[in-house]
């Protein structure tokens, strides 16, 4: 299986903050990645997909980057509704594997 | 309006069965693969499988290849999840989503515990 890791696990932040997490595959997935963003009690949303497209309807200060192995996914300007837990999926190869998680929080 | 809707808590003893089921609305049924997937508290997301509600065809995690059926009701829009021989390690929040490249449109989730 192909293992994503994520970094880092937890983040504090204040809002207006740049925020960067980063993804990285075991093995090489070319752009086969999404990030989403997951409140507590709610369902995950896409954010971007294909590495690097925007979701319809996301905000622009989300932005994703990325190919092969490495990916990061960039919040220009945190908002107060941007804190929550972040996830990037690959979706190259089965079965589709997750990162572990980013719990981005107010500092 | 797309809606994945799911069907509510369950409870379970160990050894038993559990159905999921995820019914659709506000698009084609038959355009998208639909994928469970589950979430235990404080673990990652655990992808479980997808199946193409055109074809029925399915794939399976080698985890739960032996003990999952995906099946569907094209003519109910609703896809269903069932695993079986229960353990108290699947005790999680089972999702659908719907997908042809990644997942774009997730159901609200489905609790399930497992208690004897």
């Known amino acids: 299986d192909i293992q994503m890791t994520q970094s880092p696990s937890s983040l504090s932040a204040s809002v207006r903050d740049r925020v960067i997490i980063t993804c990285r595959a075991s093995q090489g997935i070319r752009d086969d990645l999404a990030w989403y963003q997951q409140k507590p009690g709610k369902a995950p949303k896409r954010l971007i997909y294909d590495a690097s497209s925007l979701q319809s309807g996301v905000p622009s200060r989300f932005s994703g980057s990325g190919s092969g192995t490495e990916f990061t996914l960039t919040i220009s300007s945190l908002e107060p509704e941007d804190f929550a837990t972040y996830y990037c999926l690959q979706h190259n190869t089965y079965p589709w594997t997750f990162g572990q998680g980013t719990r981005v929080d107010i500092k | 309006q797309v809606h994945l809707v799911q069907s509510g808590a369950e409870v379970k003893q160990p050894g038993a069965s559990v159905q999921v089921s995820c019914q659709t609305s506000?698009?084609?049924?038959?355009?998208?693969?639909f994928h469970w997937v589950r979430q235990a508290p404080g673990e990652r997301f655990e992808w479980m499988g997808r199946?193409?509600?055109?074809?029925?065809?399915?794939n399976y995690a080698q985890k739960f290849q032996d003990r999952v059926n995906m099946t569907r009701d094209k003519s109910m829009k609703t896809a269903f999840m069932e695993l079986s021989r229960l353990t108290s390690d699947d005790a999680a929040v089972y999702y659908c989503?719907?997908?042809?490249?990644?997942?774009?449109?997730w159901g609200q989730g489905t609790p399930v515990s497992v208690s004897s």
């Open positions: 989503a719907r997908g042809r490249v990644s997942m774009d449109v």
């Open positions: 199946i193409n509600p055109n074809t029925g065809d399915t």
């Open positions: 506000g698009f084609t049924f038959t355009s998208y693969h």
